[in-house]
């Protein structure tokens, strides 16, 4: 076939971005043209990263990344699949020893451009999403960009214009008959001419500038190669390049444009960024079903319900072959029935949704996550270039054996190991430099300080990120060193430092550590106000706590955090009067919080006092328990607490709770005191589950609650009781419907005894869950008791013996152990 066929002059591709069939399109018209030189739509800069392609390590999806050298956080990104046009013609081209070239706009132009622009309006200057172009100027009667494809769907007769393109382009040719490689880009370019002829720049304002600049390359490439080139664009640029023009005016339209100094490399990228329509996406809706029908020469829809089928089955849910043959049977017929060529994507989820997930969308979202969009996560060479950050953070991503993944996942840490250890450092590190590859989350396994939980998900837009951080070092850890030192120094607030010192315990940077704590210091010594202090002491009895299991020396961090406790002791009781309710909220936190904290400071820190501390702070919560002037919910969340440490006796709390329940107090004041002492999931409705008498003096507090003012403390009473579980909610509504126990509390000589609860300790009965729980501890080596407990040599043979009894009652049962 000759270039007669069609019309005179360089060979215009336009095509759909990431479109499948403009793909497969564009291989057969360069296969057919063999034309001397590609031009493709892209930054020039990049013309020196085009030989990687052919690397073998190269593994679509990626993208070009560019960036401001001056402020690597202005970056754009030009993503490429598998399926897509530009990424076919660029590959033909390298394997056929033909010149490649990008003619688009220079990134540092584009950059410069955006940044601009986002400074004036506080908008996008994103780049082309379907080959509809970037914005162009004036003239144009449409007021909001236009998408050229809706249009021509619209005009045809469709709703949808992913149908009409599947249609047309996608499934087109699908009964082997011979088709002009070409044919379908002559036809798509005088579509797209008539379009602009009506819309002009379609809204796309900036387009003129590109244009002109693809339009000035192409003149080039003409002189140096002749007409015997292809150009590969969107297809809403062909008529602009066809237009006739002088160098001069192109030129003049370049002129005085703004720039900055751009480097560029490729990175990795993935289904599931192409997939979204805002930040650096490609607004495609199926990445992974597109990349099915463009590698996938023959029967598409039988091999795609395959694929669906082996998913489900992979979640123990049943598919069978006669499913899929079903499926697929269903699928053809409603493409008949809707007049389509060829089932497409609604078809086949329609199909799929009905025979294979039985009319569910639950199942079906997960074909529509896993398949339908993907999880592929793309791969470059290491040639490629990159920040020396970067570099670093590769060798130690492989070095621990961290494959950065497209999909979420969780980790678990056991810090006693060194990789693991190394994991955990790396981790924290790269949240100090803002690269949040990992976040904590709360982990299965364990609670305490040798484990940690992480939930990683590789995002391709962290590449920037890293390229961001990199002002700061050339390494992860000198890097995240030089920004927590930098953070320590310009930090302004307590709460910062103290967080920031948590972090460069857990990352474990020893040069950063001195730098904070002076800091630290300096601001604990300045800062009076005790709501800062309190905010600031978790977090330190947290670094501590770290700071043992990873053995590091925090014996000055130890005595910074006594002094704080000390002060926050004096400092509270007052602070909590004359509160409203936002204002106790927010105490009411930390006194929990320096409850924990203190605990963990007299068990941590050899500098404190533990046993002083612990009664200096059990002195302030009996202070806040007792006084009136303290808000409702911190003198009952005081109460708790003290009661919860052993330190309040039982009639003490329903002595408290009956004053505070008393039909002289308020009962907004009253519902605040019950949110204080048994709101929270920490053991509150057991609380009331296993001791009637507070049980029953909320239930007479509440039934007394005047009918006016019932509405009031609702929302208090059911933000209190709905964090309970679902068993306890159902056993105190069990205990109210019952009513009081009409035996009423009994005396004995240890207390009073609420109904349903023995006089004391039965030790006999405790004695006998002894055995097994050693049986179930695996603490039982064949030379104590048998399980039963009883005595081998039976000398006592009603086990009554103390000294023969398995575990003494008068001993804890760990020390049985």
């Known amino acids: 076939m000759t270039r007669a066929a069609c019309s005179a002059g360089p060979l215009l591709l336009g095509v759909r971005h990431h479109g499948p069939g403009s793909a497969r399109a564009v291989r057969a018209a360069l296969e057919a043209a063999r034309p001397r030189a590609v031009l493709i739509e892209g930054p020039p800069e990049g013309d020196a990263l085009l030989p990687l392609a052919a690397d073998e390590q190269m593994r679509p999806p990626v993208a070009l990344l560019a960036h401001a050298v001056d402020d690597p956080g202005q970056a754009a990104f030009w993503p490429l699949a598998a399926f897509s046009p530009e990424w076919v013609a660029i590959r033909w081209a390298l394997a056929h020893d033909v010149p490649v070239r990008f003619i688009d706009l220079p990134a540092a132009n584009s950059l410069a451009m955006a940044q601009a622009a ?134 003049a339209l370049l002129k005085g444009l703004p720039k900055v100094k751009a480097e560029l490399t490729w990175v990795p990228w993935s289904h599931r960024r192409l997939a979204r329509h805002s930040g650096y996406g490609a607004g495609i809706d199926s990445p992974g079903w597109y990349g099915h029908l463009f590698e996938t020469a023959d029967r598409p829809i039988e091999r795609w319900m395959t694929k669906v089928a082996g998913l489900l089955r992979d979640e123990d849910r049943f598919v069978s072959s006669a499913h899929v043959i079903e499926a697929v049977r269903l699928a053809e017929t409603l493409a008949a029935m809707r007049g389509r060529p060829l089932a497409g994507l609604s078809e086949t989820t329609d199909a799929i949704r009905a025979v294979m997930c039985e009319g569910s969308d639950v199942p079906l979202a997960l074909v529509q996550d896993r398949l339908t969009v993907g999880e592929t996560l793309g791969e470059v060479p290491d040639t490629a270039p990159a920040v020396p950050l970067q570099r670093d953070l590769t060798r130690q991503q492989r070095t621990l054996r961290l494959k950065p993944e497209a999909m979420e996942r969780e980790l678990e840490l056991d810090l006693r190991k060194d990789t693991d250890a190394a994991r955990s450092r790396l981790l924290h590190r790269l949240r100090i430099l803002a690269v949040g590859w990992g976040e904590p989350v709360a982990g299965r396994a364990s609670t305490g300080t040798f484990r940690e939980s992480w939930r990683l998900c590789w995002e391709p837009e962290l590449y920037v990120r890293v390229a961001e951080a990199g002002t700061w070092g050339t390494t992860v850890l000198a890097a995240a060193t030089a920004k927590a030192e930098t953070q320590a120094v310009s930090a302004t607030a307590l709460a910062e430092v103290t967080a920031l010192a948590e972090h460069c315990l857990l990352a474990e940077l020893p040069d950063a550590l001195p730098v904070v704590m002076r800091a630290l210091a300096d601001r604990a010594a300045l800062d009076a106000d005790v709501g800062h202090l309190a905010d600031a002491l978790p977090a330190l009895a947290r670094t501590l706590r770290y700071g043992d299991v990873r053995s590091t020396d925090t014996a000055a961090l130890g005595e910074v955090a006594a002094g704080l406790a000390e002060r926050i002791c004096v400092g509270l009781p007052p602070a909590c009067t004359g509160l409203d309710a936002d204002g106790a909220a927010e105490l009411h936190r930390r006194v929990d919080g320096v409850h924990t904290a203190i605990g963990l400071l007299t068990g941590f820190v050899q500098a404190v006092d533990g046993a002083g501390l612990r009664e200096r702070w059990t002195a302030v919560l009996h202070k806040l328990a007792a006084r009136d ?189």
């Open 629 to 817: 002037m303290v808000a409702g919910v911190i003198r009952g969340r005081a109460a708790r607490l003290l009661l919860d440490e052993g330190r309040l006796a039982e009639d003490d709390a329903a002595r408290l709770m009956g004053l505070a329940l008393s039909p002289g107090t308020p009962p907004a004041d009253a519902a605040a005191w019950i949110e204080g002492f048994v709101g929270g999931a920490a053991g509150g409705g057991m609380l009331l589950v296993h001791d009637e008498r507070l049980l029953g003096l909320v239930d007479a507090w509440l039934t007394g609650v005047p009918a006016d003012t019932f509405a009031d403390v609702l929302p208090l009473l059911r933000r209190t009781f709905s964090v309970y579980e679902a068993g306890v909610r159902r056993t105190l509504g069990e205990l109210v419907r019952r009513g009081p126990s009409a035996e009423g509390p009994t005396a004995t000589a240890t207390g009073t005894t609420a109904p349903g609860f023995g006089p004391g300790l039965d030790r006999a009965r405790a004695d006998a869950v002894v055995p097994v729980l050693r049986l179930l501890l695996g603490l039982d080596t064949g030379t104590g008791p048998d399980p039963g407990g009883v005595d081998p040599d039976n000398r006592d043979p009603d086990n009554r013996d103390p000294d023969k009894r398995v575990g003494n009652a008068e001993e804890p049962l760990g020390a049985t152990g």
């Open 118 to 251: 986002e400074r004036e309006t506080g908008g996008d200057g994103g780049a082309d999403g379907d080959g509809s172009g970037e914005p162009s100027t004036a003239g144009s009667p449409a007021h909001a960009p236009i998408d050229p494809i809706g249009v021509l769907a619209e005009t045809a007769g469709y709703d949808d214009p992913e149908r009409w393109w599947e249609d047309v382009v996608e499934h087109r040719a699908q009964g082997g008959e011979a088709v002009d490689p070409r044919a379908p880009f002559a036809a798509l370019a005088e579509a797209m001419t008539a379009l602009r002829e009506v819309y002009g720049d379609g809204g796309h304002p900036r387009d003129t500038v590109r244009e002109a600049y693809m339009r000035i390359q192409l003149r080039k490439s003409v002189k140096e190669f002749g007409d015997d080139i292809a150009v590969v664009c969107g297809a809403w640029h062909v008529p602009a390049l066809v237009t006739r023009t002088t160098l001069a005016a192109d030129r």
